[in-house]
Every structure is written in structure tokens, then in C-alpha cells.
């Protein structure tokens, strides 16, 4: 099979994570930013799309936002989302402009996000004059644990 880049993510200053094809049994491999070797690694639990599968961001990529990572908040219609916050994620496309109607983050516009894979609403990407984050919906969410190294 094919490997494919799906996901990279910056675990620090040293190295990368490339996610690898999750159909595949999660094979990851770690890169050396300065001397450009791979060596296999785990970069956590993946966290896929729950309608599709796809892959959408790691368990690495969790961020706290006003002191924590889940929030639960209802829209304006009074549906209530359980969301997580997320430094970055992969394979989510923004349908919508920009809002700051009923920001559930003062100072943050909001965008909603759907999987570019089977179009679920995900989530929503939030973004202030300085910091940037994605509030995805957890129960659309499914997590699939690495394999052993
Ligand atoms: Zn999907």
C-alpha cells in the first residue's frame, strides 16, 4: 500500500511526527529535524472522524483554553455541543465566513468546520488577533489507540 502523509504534527523543537496511513496499523514515524533521520514512534491516540474514519488530529494536538480542554456550551437555537479544544487538526474545511455572533470565546470569531471526507459538521475553528484553535464536537469524534512501537 501506498503511504501517505496524513497528519504531521510538531511534538518539539527536535522532531516530527508523520501519521501514516491509520488503515495500515498506525505506523508513525518520528523525524530528526536536523539531521532528517526516521525512526518509528507513537505520536498517541489518533482521533478520526466517527462518520468516516477520517483522520482528523492526535491526542497530542489536546489544548487547554481558558484552563481547560472540554467546554460544553448551547448555540443560539439551544443545542448544547460538548466540544474539545485542539491546536491543530487535519482534513477539516471551513464552510462558513467568519463570525463573532455568540462567540463561546470572547475576543474569537468562529468558523464552522466540516470533515472533508463525508462533510459532518465538526466543529468550529476560533481565532482571535492571537491565538488560533478548533473546538471539535467529541461525540463525532472517535479515538484509536497506536499500536506498540
Ligand atoms: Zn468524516
Known amino acids: 500500500m501506498r ?20 488503515t ?3 505506523v508513525h514515524v518520528v523525524k530528526d529535524r536536523q539531521s532528517g533521520a526516521e525512526r518509528h514512534g507513537r505520536c498517541g491516540p489518533v482521533i478520526v472522524c466517527s462518520s468516516c474514519r477520517q483522520m482528523l488530529t492526535n491526542a497530542t494536538a489536546r489544548t487547554m483554553i481558558n484552563g481547560s480542554h472540554e467546554h460544553t456550551f448551547d448555540n443560539p437555537h439551544g443545542v448544547r455541543f460538548r466540544i474539545g479544544c ?3 487538526v ?3 474545511e471551513v464552510v462558513m465566513p467568519a463570525s463573532i455572533y455568540w462567540s463561546w470565546f470572547p475576543g474569537h470569531a468562529w468558523q ?9 459538521h465538526l466543529g468550529w ?8 484553535f478548533h473546538g471539535l464536537i467529541l461525540d463525532r469524534l472517535m479515538e484509536l489507540d497506536q499500536e506498540p512501537d
Do not use: K, N, P, Y
Open 24 to 26: 495500515e496499523g498506525s
Open 112 to 120: 464552522v468546520e466540516v470533515c472533508s471526507r463525508c462533510g459532518e
Open 3 to 22: 503511504q501517505r502523509i496524513v497528519a504531521q504534527s510538531i511534538v518539539d523543537r527536535r522532531a516530527i511526527v508523520l501519521c501514516r496511513g491509520i
Open 86 to 88: 485542539f491546536a491543530w
Open 90 to 92: 487535519s482534513h477539516c
Open 125 to 132: 475553528l476560533f481565532r482571535s488577533a492571537d491565538s488560533t
